[in-house]
Nanobody
Framework: QVQLVESGGGLVQTGGSLRLSCAAS????????MHWYRQAPGKQRELVAT???????NYTDSVKGRFTISRDNAKNMVYLQMNNLKPEDTAVYYC?????????????WGQGTQVTVSS
């Protein structure tokens, strides 16, 4: 059974740092892309960063230069290092990937981890 489990959220002051982790279990093949999304209260879920199996990365403009996504394919982990955090980064952060589960490919989401940045 495929599962994504996030950890590492918390409360931090403006300018602080947090590192989020996402552990994928039940994986048959490493997914091509793994993503971090976030959803702030009253707002739509937005794509924050993507890490590709071959090594490339993408970021939404608002986090470029502050966030770094990385993955460890051997451990089926993806990370999000968040530096110079701002109050507008406050949101629930979700790990996501399109994963083959033996029957077909399906979109999987973690349960989310809360990040709160105080001003």
């Amino acid at each position: 059974q495929v599962q994504l489990v996030e950890s590492g959220g918390g409360l931090v002051q403006t300018g602080g740092s947090l590192r989020l982790s996402c552990a994928a279990s039940g994986i048959i093949f490493n997914p091509n892309a793994m993503h971090w999304y976030r959803q702030a209260p009253g707002k739509q879920r937005e794509l924050v960063a993507t890490a590709f199996r071959a090594g490339g990365t993408n970021y939404t403009d608002s986090v470029k230069g502050r966030f770094t996504i990385s993955r460890d394919n051997a451990k089926n982990m993806v990370y999000l290092q968040m530096n110079n955090l701002k109050p507008e980064d406050t949101a629930v952060y979700y790990c996501n990937a399109l994963i083959f589960n033996g029957l077909g490919s399906r979109d999987y989401w973690g349960q989310g981890t809360q990040v709160t940045v105080s001003s």
